[in-house]
């Protein structure tokens, strides 16, 4: 199929980039370097080295014979967008192009309205574009769990039937997202659902816990093919962040009492989600939600893995509670939905004990680039 | 009180800061005279002449003695907010600074950019300003009762209790609008719900009804101090259409079969209800919501009271169905509570024979400046 990447620079864009090119697909990314610029401005660089778009996937091709096609620019200019979907003509556009840090997004007034510019604006602009150049096109688009918060009653797949006062009605599931950065996801769900009913767009809105991984199939053989691998508070995902704690040798960071509960995914997992989104599309008019996790998990019972799975490589990990920098809950019910993944076919990779060594054994690699100081939380939400 | 009007040359902003200014309040306008210039590049141009906000402020304070202060600007720039706001130091902020027409955002691209952009930035930089400026200052925002839509369920007064599978959450009533515009006030609300929780903001968000009405207290002496009185497809709202049609000698235009119901309001009420906002703000950490509607009303009815009124004032009123630009339902359950204002002291005028042919006395003394083909649909939702 013809695919559009947009945000293929980016921690998911790249590894999606290459496996969908590896599998068949025609792809063409496109990336502004944003989430680079930002990662240097707030001293979050990767703790590997990561070539440009442009080298990676010359890299890429040289070592597969896969050609991934780049394109760079800034897809909040919509002349841009247009003109590469009237081009390209894609089956489908994987819309991956937001800022994707929830700290840098609380950070103060400059970096809360580029997230929010950034965000909502490339959202508003995909959809205008398929709306004008080619409305068939399928758009999958990375939405989060974090959209829905942590509510007090059962999470459904993106839908809840309301029953109230003797009459019923179907409405998205409440959303109500801890940070500005997943409430701009919030936003993007209520336009695409707006112009989905109004015009018939065809959409699906992925609903993504947390991901962590380093490598998948195409990248396992060269490092210069990982993902940003951030560790850092700002751009570093838990998991990541815990792992490049236990082989510096310093505790496991935890915010406060740990109960923190949210339904993690393995990068793999999300490559297999986005290709089977593409193969059974959504409906013209239809906004289909998937809750794209693997499993739930608490910090805690992260935690708890990460020290298990250190003391297979020889690692004495050690877990420390610092004061929680975010407003969140620290005890919560938190009971998801998530099977329409697995109705497509996926068979989630989960978060083992030999998962999360083979992971560490990776990072070990790069001891030496470890700056611990980046990892301890820089930002806070008061 | 000091309060700040954002939208003050609107056809609510302007009557607001008179009858403010009038009950003693320190008002300072701010616009930018978007909405006129829309209305000029549409040829939407009002019935009656409007002289600029600064000239009508002092046509206003020569009248009455009065002062309402007018500064000329654009919120969507934030230093220009912020320093308005760290000036003036508000305890209330009035925010009308919206692109106020549904039309208008289902034209096309460049006309729905323009209204996503505008709506979003300038609420997003009026958090912020208050944020960082003045945080004790209540934010009074206009909504719409568009926001929810038509469910087939009772519309609660911005909340509702989910009891799902055993489990009890109360959230935001789930909101779906029909139209871009309708949508961008859903988003503020998502954005201005979540700063509330965070930061503890104060913030009213009134879900209005369709307005209606010409004159209020300030205004019945002058015609120039009217406020901007539009009767096209674009700019003009349904009640005041009819009486347009009705003067003007054609059949009032009902789209399909006119079934479509709303919640109404006369624009007396509107300025009350500000005030009365403002005495009894919102508490520290609550966005408080009221739905702001007098009474609900069908197309068809508002159509039979129009017929009524020209019957009393010697006018033959013909009633033609079109066929409907938009995108709606034409019969449909509505039942919205409305009853917190009520419960702050709300004495609601109701759309009367009465009230309907004393606005038709107005608009006939400039019936040499209708121009009916403004009032057919220009603009389709398809």
Redesign the interface.
Known sequence: MRVLIFGGDGYLGWPTAMALAARGHEVLTVDNYLRRTLALQTNSEPLMPTPTLEARAAIFQAASGFLVEVAIGDLQD?GFMSRLVETHAPEAIVHYAEQPSAPYSMRG?PE??LT??NN??VT?NCI?AVL?QHKKCHIIKLGTMGEYGT????IEEGY?E?N??G???R??F?????T?YH?TK??DT??L??YV??YNLRVTDLMQGPVYGIITDESAADSRLYPHFNYDDIFGTLVNRFLVQAVAGVPLTVYGRGGQTRGYINIRDTINCIEMAMFEPAQPGQLRVFNQIAETLSVNEIAEKVVSAGKDLGYEVQVRSIPNPR?EKEEH?YNPTHTGLRSLGLEPNLMTREVLAEMMERVAHYKGRIDTAKVLPRVK?T
């Open positions: 919509y007034y809360a309205a929010f510019q909502l604006t508003f205008w004008e509510p007090n009653i059962d809840i309301i109230h006062k009459r019923t009605e409405f998205l409440p959303r109500q997202a801890g500005l409430t919030v936003l209520d336009l659902w707006f009913r109004l407003k019910y939400w």
